[in-house]
């Protein structure tokens, strides 16, 4: 079993920066994308960012290109996600997911392996 647990996750005003992390431990699943997902409350769980297993390639959605910044140290088994000219409308709880493949999805359902979430509140 591979275990997840994020933190970073706090309160910001708008405009402010956070960086999202998440540390992977337990029995070695390699390689492993991972990635980022949201929840709001009443809505569907949304992909943010994603990366491969090389780090070499990097997924976002569109609401978020420009803005954040996901990366991973496969050496320290961490992933983060820097995120940055935060809005309101980014409030949510962060996830992060792992699947036991090379490249990364968009799906949540191809993810295997998911943190407790970490929640981000971004007042204006």
């Known amino acids: 079993q591979v275990q997840l647990v994020e933190s970073g996750g706090g309160l910001v005003q708008a405009g402010g920066s956070l960086r999202l992390s998440c540390a992977t431990s337990g029995r070695a699943v390699n390689p492993y994308a991972m990635a980022w997902f949201r929840h709001i409350p009443g809505k569907e769980r949304d992909f943010v960012s994603g990366?491969?297993?090389?780090?070499?390639?990097?997924y976002y959605a569109d609401s978020v290109k420009g803005r954040f910044t996901v990366s991973r140290d496969n050496a320290k088994n961490l992933m983060y996600l820097q995120m940055t000219s935060l809005k309101p409308e980014d409030t949510a709880v962060y996830y992060c997911a792992a699947r036991p493949y090379v490249s990364g999805s968009h799906d949540a359902h191809e993810y295997e392996f998911w943190g407790q979430g970490t929640q981000v509140t971004v007042s204006s």
């Open positions: 990366i491969s297993w090389s780090g070499g390639e990097t």
